[in-house]
Each structure stands twice: as structure tokens, then as C-alpha cells.
């Protein structure tokens, strides 16, 4: 086949940007399956989008029109099939997007008839600990977001042996791996913290928020992670690691927030002193661990100087 790999044409523009947005889900399913599985069927997408037999088969003359040379029928098979020039024009090559929805299957979050998927391969996924979030926590949380409201809440905390009653304004929600939080101004500690939504045992009362999110240094200041093969590591070992992080001259540079560096880092034991474990166990090596020290210490303290105008916001 052509240059499969390269990046799509845009949707937008020429003889795409007409189209309705359930049509183009359909030609995104054809090209998909072509991409993918090497074939389609119009029993695919009749299946898929429930739609007659006569509609899969415009839709295939929409595509052959749209994108021509890209496929062709294969009266033996029968099947379609991709030609070999053909390329991308409304599939947006994700092939991590594909892994994800794998996952997905295996954790029972989504069917397969809610994906495109049509060959799926015996799947092994280290099952996750999921953390129990409530689902009228969540709302609430949302809801204030959204509003612009503070909370009260009871929280149980890891350094309080019994629950307290606090004030939060939450602003934002983040992952780091493991389990979501509220990242939230915290009236009763004076400062931007993180809430692990499993902990909410309980919402009381909401009120106008008092409190400018945009003082959150570390949530709203970019940071750029310098990642290596540990340097202890044998050369074949650190050139397999930089095959798997797609590294350029054996670093790879990774923009995330100072906020979410610290979880990263953390996720990754990069936090730890290199002598701490056997290279193989660690394999990477944060080369600007100085760097996002001071820039962690920077910004929370640009944060606390803040905290006197947040309350009187």
C-alpha cells in the first residue's frame, strides 16, 4: 500500500467539509476497517450504524468518489479491500487511540459494538485498582466546576485519623494513573491542594467561589521533562529503551504542567536517587530533576504569595 502512516487530509476542506457528520463516521468506519483489518463489508457498517443495505452501498460509492484508487472489491473474497496506493483521507491515524479502546474492552468500560473494532486479538491487561468514586460526588464536583462554587466537604485525608469538614473550590480534575482527583483551592489549609475523589465521604452546602484558579502556579506553568536510559543500563538496553519512547540522541522531551511532572515523575521513579534501585528496575534517568525541583519550589511559592488576594477575591 502508499504512504499509510502519513497524516490525514483535513476534513474541513475541498469535498469533505460538506458532509454531514453521520456520514463522515461512516466513511471514518470504512477507512478504519481498511486501515486496521485489511477489509469491509457492507454487513460491517450495516451492523455497525444500523442503517439498510442500500445506504452501505452509497456510502461505499461516497468513498470510492471521495477518496478514488484507495479500494477496490475483491469478487473472491468478497470483500473490499485496499488498493496498494492507498492513504489515509479520513481516518486520523491513532494508534494509541486503538490500545486504549483494547483496554477498554478487557475492563468491561465499553462494548465492542460502541467501537469500530472489528479483529480483536487475545488481550492480557494488567487489571487496574480501581478506586471507588461516588457518582453523586462526581456531580456535585462537576456542578461547582461548572459554577464556579465552593463546597463544603467531608474528607478523609491520609495525615487526619478521622474525617474533617472543609471548605474547597474546585477547578479542575486530573489523573495520575492510579486514581482522579479535584485539584481545588482548600480554604482551611490556605492553599492549592489535591482531593482524591474516593475520600469525599460527603457534600453539604455550595457558595460563590472567592477564589481565582489562575493563581495556581503549578497547574497553569508549562514544564518540559529531559528523559534518558539510565546511563548505568548495558547500550543495548538503553537502545531498546529509546526505541520505546521514540527518543531523538537518546532523550525524550515530554511538555506537560509542573503540576502533573511531579505525578509523572513519580509514576516513572524518576523521583527517587538513582542509587536507590538497580538500573533495571528504574531504566529511565530524569536529566533536569534539578530543574523541576526549583521550578516546583518557584511556583508554590508564587502560589502562597497569592493566598491573601485568592481569599478576597
Given at each position: 500500500?502508499?504512504?499509510?502512516?502519513?497524516?490525514?487530509?483535513?476534513?474541513?476542506?475541498?469535498?469533505?467539509?460538506?458532509?454531514?457528520?453521520?456520514?463522515?463516521?461512516?466513511?471514518?468506519?470504512?477507512?478504519?476497517?481498511?486501515?486496521?483489518?485489511?477489509?469491509?463489508?457492507?454487513?460491517?457498517?450495516?451492523?455497525?450504524?444500523?442503517?439498510?443495505?442500500?445506504?452501505?452501498?452509497?456510502d461505499f460509492a461516497r468513498y470510492a468518489e471521495l477518496a478514488p484508487g484507495n479500494i477496490r472489491y475483491d469478487g473472491v473474497e468478497r470483500t473490499y479491500v485496499p488498493?496498494?496506493?492507498?492513504?489515509?483521507?479520513?481516518?486520523?491515524?491513532?494508534?494509541?487511540?486503538?490500545?486504549?479502546?483494547?483496554?477498554?474492552?478487557?475492563?468491561?468500560?465499553?462494548?465492542?459494538?460502541?467501537?469500530?473494532?472489528?479483529f480483536k486479538p487475545d488481550l492480557g491487561i494488567v487489571p487496574s485498582l480501581n478506586r471507588n468514586v461516588n457518582a453523586g460526588c462526581l456531580k456535585r464536583i462537576l456542578n461547582a466546576i461548572e459554577a464556579k462554587n465552593a463546597l463544603e466537604i467531608r474528607y478523609q485525608s491520609l495525615s487526619s485519623p478521622e474525617p474533617a469538614m472543609r471548605w474547597i473550590t474546585p477547578y479542575a480534575l486530573a489523573y495520575d494513573g492510579f486514581r482522579w482527583h479535584a485539584r481545588a483551592w482548600c480554604a482551611h489549609?490556605?492553599?492549592?491542594?489535591?482531593?482524591?475523589?474516593?475520600?469525599?465521604l460527603d457534600i453539604g452546602e455550595s457558595r460563590?467561589?472567592?477564589?481565582?484558579?489562575?493563581?495556581?502556579?503549578?497547574?497553569?506553568?508549562?514544564?518540559?521533562?529531559?528523559?534518558?536510559?539510565?546511563?548505568?543500563?548495558?547500550?543495548s538496553h538503553r537502545a531498546a529503551i529509546a526505541l520505546d519512547y521514540g527518543m531523538q540522541g537518546g532523550v525524550v522531551e515530554f511538555k506537560t504542567t509542573i503540576y502533573l511532572a511531579w505525578y509523572l515523575t513519580r509514576r516513572l521513579l524518576l523521583d527517587l536517587d538513582t542509587d536507590d534501585l538497580p538500573p533495571e528496575r528504574l531504566q529511565l534517568q530524569l536529566l533536569n530533576r534539578d530543574e523541576l525541583i526549583a521550578?516546583?519550589?518557584?511556583?508554590?511559592?508564587?502560589?502562597?504569595?497569592?493566598?491573601?488576594?485568592?481569599?478576597?477575591?
Amino acid at each position: 500500500m502508499g504512504d499509510i502512516g502519513r497524516a490525514p487530509r483535513d476534513g474541513n476542506d475541498g469535498a469533505f467539509g460538506g458532509l454531514p457528520w453521520s456520514v463522515r463516521q461512516r466513511l471514518d468506519f470504512i477507512e478504519f476497517r481498511l486501515f486496521w483489518d485489511g477489509r469491509v463489508n457492507r454487513s460491517d457498517l450495516r451492523d455497525r450504524f444500523k442503517i439498510s443495505t442500500p445506504q452501505a452501498t452509497t456510502d461505499f460509492a461516497r468513498y470510492a468518489e471521495l477518496a478514488p484508487g484507495n479500494i477496490r472489491y475483491d469478487g473472491v473474497e468478497r470483500t473490499y479491500v485496499p488498493t496498494e496506493s492507498f492513504e489515509l483521507h479520513f481516518y486520523r491515524l491513532s494508534p494509541e487511540r486503538l490500545l486504549l479502546q483494547y483496554q477498554a474492552l478487557v475492563e468491561n468500560l465499553i462494548k465492542k459494538v460502541d467501537t469500530f473494532i472489528g479483529f480483536k486479538p487475545d488481550l492480557g491487561i494488567v487489571p487496574s485498582l480501581n478506586r471507588n468514586v461516588n457518582a453523586g460526588c462526581l456531580k456535585r464536583i462537576l456542578n461547582a466546576i461548572e459554577a464556579k462554587n465552593a463546597l463544603e466537604i467531608r474528607y478523609q485525608s491520609l495525615s487526619s485519623p478521622e474525617p474533617a469538614m472543609r471548605w474547597i473550590t474546585p477547578y479542575a480534575l486530573a489523573y495520575d494513573g492510579f486514581r482522579w482527583h479535584a485539584r481545588a483551592w482548600c480554604a482551611h489549609r490556605q492553599a492549592f491542594r489535591d482531593f482524591v475523589l474516593a475520600r469525599i465521604l460527603d457534600i453539604g452546602e455550595s457558595r460563590p467561589a472567592r477564589v481565582d484558579p489562575t493563581y495556581d502556579t503549578e497547574w497553569n506553568t508549562e514544564f518540559t521533562l529531559r528523559i534518558a536510559p539510565h546511563p548505568k543500563l548495558p547500550p543495548s538496553h538503553r537502545a531498546a529503551i529509546a526505541l520505546d519512547y521514540g527518543m531523538q540522541g537518546g532523550v525524550v522531551e515530554f511538555k506537560t504542567t509542573i503540576y502533573l511532572a511531579w505525578y509523572l515523575t513519580r509514576r516513572l521513579l524518576l523521583d527517587l536517587d538513582t542509587d536507590d534501585l538497580p538500573p533495571e528496575r528504574l531504566q529511565l534517568q530524569l536529566l533536569n530533576r534539578d530543574e523541576l525541583i526549583a521550578a516546583q519550589v518557584e511556583a508554590r511559592g508564587r502560589s502562597a504569595a497569592h493566598t491573601a488576594i485568592a481569599e478576597q477575591a
